[in-house]
């Protein structure tokens, strides 16, 4: 499952805002590539990324259109709305669960975010049929700790759980042996079926495409990222990057992808000129 947040992770860097003409644009280019999830934006954050979201809600068809929200009341409930004409929503929710955000960004217990995490996944999935958990700052959490927070988010119906690696501090063998790990640990949904256990790459280390590729192996079966690598500081996992890595190694990884190679070219071409940064000549 590819999962592309190029419309609100990669819109995080400095220099890479669109209007929502341009956001809609590039969300039919990303439904021509194939990607399964399409993270049209944060909707809380203002009313233009209300009104993004809202109106790629209406015209997506081939691929989910999800929704970014913190585990508050509020953010679920105005992403909900915000997703309300999508033919396939997902409403994505998510909290730290590292000690050093828990203490320093949020100021709450360990026992605080897990009671935030149940009520907001569980309006969540009152308001949506189908809802992903994000665990941020996830590689530098305790481990089981870590493993509590995503199974408290399943329980609570959660079809996808969520592993960021949210300042690009791992490493490949870091990665696929706690994706290993949680894929042994992690409860099954009510109706006995598993979950989707996801990662979500950053790339500050240089090992972001490297650590995606590891989750894989190591049993994780949706990968997060964005056209071209855009993001916060060294940015996000470059989609394609891990896509041609799937296809041009497919016995190695196990792994195939839904994705149009045909429209990749185009697709990052699309996304440099929207965002006006050239990809370099020696860009994979």
């Known amino acids: 499952c590819i999962f592309d947040t190029t419309l609100r992770d990669g819109e995080q860097a400095p220099g890479c805002t669109m209007n929502p003409g341009e956001k809609l644009a590039l969300a039919k280019q990303l439904e021509r590539l194939g990607v399964d999830v399409i993270e049209a934006g944060f909707p809380v954050a203002s009313p233009d990324d209300f009104a993004a979201v809202n109106e790629i809600a209406k015209i997506i068809t081939g691929s989910a259109v999800a929704a970014l929200c913190r585990a508050v009341a509020k953010d679920v409930e105005t992403a909900a709305k915000a997703l309300a004409p999508a033919k396939n929503p997902r409403l994505h929710v998510f909290i730290a669960t590292s000690d050093l955000h828990l203490r320093e960004k949020l100021g709450i217990t360990r026992e605080k975010a897990l009671e935030m995490i149940a009520e907001s996944v569980a309006l969540a999935c009152t308001l949506c049929r189908d809802v992903e958990f994000s665990a941020e700052d996830a590689t530098r959490s305790d481990r089981e700790f870590l493993l509590a927070a995503l199974n408290t988010a399943i329980d ?95 016995p190695l990884y196990q792994a195939e992808t839904g994705i149009d190679l045909k429209q990749i070219y185009r697709t990052c071409r699309l996304v440099s000129t929207v965002i006006g940064q050239k990809i370099p000549p020696h860009k994979p």
Not at 183 to 195: F, I, M, Q, T
Not at 242 to 249: F, G, H, K, N, Y
């Open 156 to 250: 609570a119906g959660a079809a996808t759980v969520n592993v960021p690696d949210t300042v690009g501090y791992t490493t490949p063998e870091e990665m696929g042996d706690l994706i290993a790990w949680l894929k042994k640990n992690l409860h099954r949904k009510k109706d006995g079926a598993e979950v989707t256990l996801s990662v979500h790459c950053h790339n500050d280390l240089g090992m972001a495409v490297a650590n995606s590729l590891a989750a894989i192996r190591a049993g994780a079966s949706q990968v997060e990222g964005t056209i071209n690598g855009i993001g916060e500081r060294a940015g996000n996992v470059a989609l394609e990057e891990v896509i041609m890595a799937l296809d041009t190694r497919g």
